[in-house]
């Protein structure tokens, strides 16, 4: 997970040094499409990389939580008045995800269920939207559905057994 942490933590200063550059090159627009796409490139590589992680620990989980606020706090300044940018539903994406991947740790099960919360990270991360909050809303309840009928299927039996187990050996007692 140190890899996966120093590529999160790489994208900030790599996105400032573009975004100077493309400021200096040409103008402010350009040094803010800059720095976001260089970020944009690290962060779907640190998504990329919280994916084929075989064994991560449950603070590794905050992690798309963290780099959420951080990067919406970053977007916020230049997306008043626009709607290129929807801070809560990244937010929740974020939330989703981290919450799939504690899941996937406390019981074991396949972390393949992840890709479709992490793709919708990705989308809800970039700054381009169809105009309103439907694809915000439509992505994120349609990455809670697919979640919750995966826990349904995968994480539930389990935890129903884990109980079932403790009931058991607490009545012979």
């Given at each position: 997970?140190?890899?996966?942490?120093?590529?999160?933590?790489?994208?900030?200063p790599?996105?400032?040094?573009?975004?100077?550059?493309?400021?200096?090159?040409?103008?402010?627009?350009?040094?803010?499409?800059?720095?976001?796409?260089?970020?944009?490139?690290f962060?779907?590589?640190?998504?990329?990389?919280?994916?084929?992680?075989?064994?991560?620990t449950?603070?590794?989980?905050?992690?798309?939580?963290?780099?959420?606020?951080?990067?919406?706090?970053?977007?916020?300044?230049?997306?008043?008045?626009?709607?290129?940018?929807?801070?809560?539903?990244?937010?929740?994406?974020?939330?989703?995800?981290?919450?799939?991947?504690?899941?996937?740790?406390?019981?074991?099960?396949?972390?393949r269920?992840?890709?479709?919360?992490?793709?919708v990270?990705?989308?809800?991360?970039?700054?381009?939207?169809?105009?309103?909050?439907?694809?915000?809303m439509f992505?994120?309840?349609?990455?809670?559905?697919?979640?919750?009928?995966?826990?349904?299927?995968?994480?539930?039996?389990?935890?129903?057994?884990?109980?079932?187990?403790?009931?058991?050996?607490?009545?012979?007692?």
């Amino acid at each position: 997970m140190w890899k996966t942490a120093l590529i999160g933590a790489l994208s900030f200063p790599f996105s400032a040094l573009s975004f100077f550059i493309g400021w200096a090159a040409k103008d402010l627009r350009a040094g803010l499409f800059a720095g976001a796409a260089v970020f944009s490139v690290f962060f779907a590589a640190f998504i990329i990389s919280v994916c084929f992680i075989k064994t991560y620990t449950y603070l590794d989980t905050v992690l798309p939580l963290v780099f959420s606020v951080l990067w919406s706090a970053a977007l916020a300044p230049f997306s008043f008045g626009t709607a290129l940018f929807s801070a809560p539903a990244f937010i929740g994406s974020a939330l989703m995800l981290g919450t799939c991947m504690a899941l996937a740790k406390r019981w074991a099960t396949d972390t393949r269920w992840l890709i479709f919360p992490a793709i919708v990270f990705l989308y809800e991360m970039l700054p381009l939207n169809i105009p309103g909050q439907f694809d915000d809303m439509f992505a994120l309840s349609g990455s809670v559905g697919y979640s919750l009928i995966l826990f349904l299927r995968r994480s539930w039996p389990l935890i129903v057994k884990e109980l079932a187990e403790k009931h058991l050996r607490g009545s012979r007692i």
